[in-house]
């Protein structure tokens, strides 16, 4: 188990939900405003911000680009997910963005979804957007009313010339696009009548949207409050990639004081499935599925990507990892890739991906500087995977000192948690989720 210690507060991104900016956007998948606020203070406690670098190489909504931005700090982060860097990008670019202009568009907003929702004479106007072909699901995602709704606010968006203001509408409407639509977030995306939900036959979409954007205006009003008060504003970038693109992004080497990062676990949680409604309404994502999330660049990738290959192996030497594996390989093997054999090719792609990140990272970080990434341990077929500790001992082989594992969080949950008891009550092995932060330093 994860060495106990104090200092860090609960990593949950519940917490955020009513922080300035991190509250712009809910997601299932992050962690705490306090936690990075805490990992700030711990690792880099020193005086001359503006030349230091904070890096998210699993940007997500952008928990920790915000905190260090906030902190004068110089911030950097990747994210494949198009909606979830589209939501980056838009919080720490939100000191350029004039309030002003804002201000007028929300109040214009109004106006045009009023005119053409509600007023007899324009009502009966057809919107110029369609939904998009690429999102399906068991049901459809807005019944005809809202999507009417849904398609006029498309219109307005596709008319507004300034990019930033475009974003920030955009944000807006995939931000509420499922509070009004069939479906829920229970955590993950499901559809409203498997969890005891009325449909939503009717919703006002305008006002929805324009209440989000007015709590994302006074948010934007704060920062730049608190940006006045610094004698220069950092430096942001979001690069929609994945971390390993770095080495051909990036011309700068050994930069980063911190990194503060969670990457996806190792449960086979499908992390585009919540954003399938964004992806394809706003126009981030083409064809069907998850292709507009790129889930095939995704760390560790997903167990239906790679349960059917041939038998994957680890790519660099680790005896004991290796043990595990073939331990999972042999679990089960009349289910074929459903089994054991299938398992295990997540596991091996899971690691790889693993040593290629710590690899990224030796070449990212000064010397001296602090990793902090947060991890949970895994049961694949009824066997418990320390990812945390694996993951240390993977970054010691590619030349990081593994310093501590901190545990955060005792017991958690996790839909993908194969043949335990999490899961099931029969079965033979009896085990907690937990939730650690892996301290590594070059």
């Known amino acids: 188990m994860a060495k106990r210690t104090n200092g860090f507060r609960d990593p949950a991104f519940t917490k955020n939900r009513e922080a300035p900016l991190h509250r712009w956007v809910p997601w299932v998948a992050g962690f705490s405003a306090q936690f990075v606020q805490d990992c700030l203070n711990k690792y880099l406690p020193g005086t001359a911000p503006n030349s230091q670098w904070v890096l998210d190489p699993f940007a997500g909504v952008g928990t920790t680009l915000v905190e260090g931005y906030l902190r004068g700090l110089n911030v950097l982060g990747f994210e494949i997910n198009p909606y979830a860097a589209l939501a980056a990008q838009s919080k720490v670019g939100a000191n350029e963005v004039s309030a002003s202009l804002l ?7 109004e ?3 009023a005119r053409m929702c509600e007023n007899h004479a324009t009502c009966g106007k057809n919107p110029k957007s369609q939904a998009p072909n690429g999102f ?13 709704k849904v398609l006029y606010a498309l219109d307005f968006i596709s008319n507004l010339e300034d990019r930033r203001m475009r974003d920030l509408f955009r944000l807006s409407l995939g931000s509420v696009m499922v509070s009004v639509s069939n479906y829920s977030y229970e955590p993950s995306l499901t559809r409203r009548s498997a969890v005891g939900k ?28 608190e940006m006045r008060a610094m004698p220069r504003a950092p430096r942001a970038r979001v690069i929609p990639e994945s971390i390993f693109s770095a080495p051909e992004r990036l011309k700068a080497k ?3 004081d911190l990194v503060v990062t969670s990457p996806p676990y190792l449960n086979n949680y499908h992390y585009p499935r919540n954003t399938r409604p964004q992806l394809h309404w706003l126009g981030l994502a083409s064809g069907t599925g998850y292709h507009g999330a790129r889930e095939n660049e995704s760390f560790g990738k997903f167990w239906q990507t790679v349960r059917s290959c041939a038998p994957i192996k680890l790519s660099f030497i680790f005896p004991g990892l290796e043990e595990v594996i073939a331990t999972i390989r042999g679990l089960n093997k009349e289910e074929g890739a459903y089994g054991g054999p299938g398992w295990a090719n997540y596991l091996a792609t899971y690691f790889n991906d693993t040593h290629r990140f710590c690899q990224a990272l030796t070449q990212l970080l000064r010397p001296g500087g602090v990793a902090a990434i947060v991890l949970g341990n895994s049961i694949i077929q009824g066997v418990e995977v320390r990812t945390d500790q ?7 082989l590619c030349g990081l000192s593994f310093e501590d594992s901190i ?10 948690i194969i043949r335990s008891s999490v899961r099931v009550d029969k079965a033979s092995l009896k085990t907690d989720l937990y939730e650690s932060a892996i301290i590594l330093r070059k």
């Open 103 to 109: 201000s007028r568009k929300i109040r214009a907003f």
């Open 111 to 113: 106006s045009y979804m």
């Open 136 to 148: 399906s699901g068991r049901i459809r995602l807005f019944n005809p009313k809202v999507e009417r």
């Open 198 to 225: 009325p449909p939503i036959e009717d919703a006002p979409v305008g006002e929805v949207v324009a209440t989000k954007l007015k709590l994302m205006l006074e948010d934007i009003e704060w920062l730049q409050d």
């Open 254 to 256: 050994e930069f980063v």
């Open 390 to 396: 694996y993951f240390g001992q993977i970054a010691a």
């Open 407 to 416: 545990l955060l969080r005792k017991k958690r949950t996790g839909s993908s």
